[in-house]
């Protein structure tokens, strides 16, 4: 009946639930709430949303785990939501394939300019699916954002959405410095709100999968005090 985007907002504070659905009603999103995990990801099933809204601290199953159960199929955006501004719990949620997290208590406008910014990301993605080949080849390492494929020695790498768009981005300007910031902008598609701690966990655990790369002659290289670059010395 209606083209706008659907939202699955899960959260167990109805008083957060119906302030949030008021501000993305009011920018055009449908909205479906769940107040548990496990009838969150019916929800999920039934619904198909364009992107989750998914509180950390739920009943019946946790958000941590309904989100493991989301990527097992699907690689709809989600944002995670913490009550607590605990490091573990949102390195947790990046490494599980979360694309952003927000923690309570937060500026309602904010939030709603995160949703928009991560939807805007999708399309774009979807739009790549059209492309011929758009794989990046170096040594011993392919990317594809087209199909979302990553292969590593000769082996495909398990990597969440937002791994393998940082290491395609940083993989297509070799040699060139990035700040965190830009790369929150220009992979995450939102301005810098003040905490870039997202994009180390990420360089993180593309280090972690892609171990002893430097022998191929190219390198996720830390800029110190600047930022990151994937440092690539052509033969």
């Known amino acids: 009946m209606s083209d706008k985007q659907r939202i ?18 009011k920018e055009g999103f449908s909205v479906t709430e769940a107040a548990r995990g496990d009838d969150a990801l019916e929800s999920f099933r039934c619904e198909a949303p364009a992107l989750v809204l998914l509180d950390v601290m739920l009943p019946g199953m946790d958000g941590l785990q309904v989100l493991r159960e989301i990527r097992k199929t699907s690689k709809v955006p989600v944002i995670m939501l913490t009550a607590r501004d605990e490091t573990f719990d949102k390195v947790l949620g990046l490494e599980l394939g979360a694309d952003d997290y927000v923690t309570k208590p937060f500026e309602t406008k904010e939030l709603v300019a995160r949703v928009k910014a991560v939807l805007r990301r999708a ?92 022998q191929y002659g190219w390198e996720i290289h830390t800029v110190w005090r600047v930022g990151y670059k994937f440092e690539y010395k052509a033969n």
């Open 123 to 214: 399309p774009a993605a979807e739009e790549k699916q059209k492309d011929t080949d758009d794989t990046l080849r170096f040594p011993q390492l392919t990317i594809s954002l087209a199909r979302y494929e990553a292969t590593f020695e000769g082996k495909e790498l398990d990597m969440p959405p937002k791994e393998l768009e940082l290491l395609y981005y940083l993989a297509s300007h070799p040699n060139m410095v990035f700040t965190r910031e830009q790369l929150l902008e220009r992979v995450w598609g939102f301005d810098f709100f003040g905490d870039s701690r997202t994009v180390d966990v990420h360089i993180k655990r593309l280090r972690e999968k892609l171990p002893e790369c430097e």
């Open 8 to 25: 699955l907002l899960v959260d167990d504070d109805p008083n957060i639930s119906h302030l949030v659905r008021l501000y993305l009603e």
